[in-house]
């Protein structure tokens, strides 16, 4: 069985087309029978993703560290809640428990944690497909950054182009199954030439 897990909002968002993407997304997963991992909260668009899920019978795996637990955000009625100390070692426990990760909509959390997996990537300290459900061009401003900052020469193209994009879930996850890593030996000849290195 696939496992995604999806990073998205503790928030609901201003527009009702979020928390629609939120309702596509989770009826791909049902109708895909793919297991869900995400942050454990029962707000935001996050409540509307494991609800959906859970009203089908479908597996959820949420992973929230011990301070959010004691906020009384987890959600209780999830398939199992993994509880662990730290934001970094949640980060790491969706690393290691995932086959793929999709950002939707969100706030800094959400940005943290896609930009953890896109530098694991990078390193390679894994090799697993990351997307972004662009719904109603949300992340353009981000996607228009990340240009900016491969012509200013701190991003290679390759790595931002690997960054997977749309605004629909179908076309998303098909990209997501034809995923392939980025070599990292030329990008280290080339970044320790650029440091003066022979
Ligand atoms: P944000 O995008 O800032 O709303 O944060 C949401 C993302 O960060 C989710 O993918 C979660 O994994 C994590 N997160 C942030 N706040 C919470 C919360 N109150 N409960 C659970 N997870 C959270």
Redesign the pocket.
Same mark, same amino acid.
């Given at each position: 069985m696939t496992t995604i897990c +999806? *990073?998205? #909002?503790?928030?609901m968002g201003t527009h009702p087309v979020y928390q629609k993407a939120a309702k596509a997304v989770a009826d791909f997963f049902v109708k895909h029978n793919i297991r869900l991992v995400? =942050? #454990? %909260?029962r707000? #935001?668009l /996050?409540k509307i993703l494991a609800d959906t899920l859970l009203e089908n019978n479908k597996e959820v795996i =949420? +992973? /929230?560290p011990g301070l959010?637990v004691d906020?009384e955000? %987890?959600h209780e009625g999830i398939t199992r809640l993994i509880q662990v100390d730290s /934001?970094a070692q949640?980060k790491e426990k /969706?690393v290691e428990m995932s086959d793929g990760f999709i950002a939707l909509p #969100?706030? *800094? =959390?959400? *940005?943290?944690?896609l930009s953890e997996v896109l530098i694991y990537n990078q390193l390679r300290i894994m090799d697993k497909p990351v997307g972004i459900l662009n719904t109603d061009g949300y992340f353009n401003a981000m996607l228009d950054f990340f240009d900016h900052s491969v012509r200013e020469g701190f991003v290679r193209a390759e790595h931002r182009d690997n960054l997977l994009v749309s605004e629909n879930i179908e076309e998303l996850f098909r990209m997501m199954q034809k995923y392939n890593p980025v070599s990292m030996g030329k990008w280290l000849e080339d970044i320790k030439t650029e440091a003066g290195e022979k």
């Open positions: +999806i *990073f998205c #909002g503790s928030s995400y =942050g #454990g %909260a707000v #935001g /996050m =949420g +992973i /929230m959010l906020k955000v %987890a /934001m949640r /969706m #969100g706030g *800094f =959390g959400t *940005f943290d944690e």
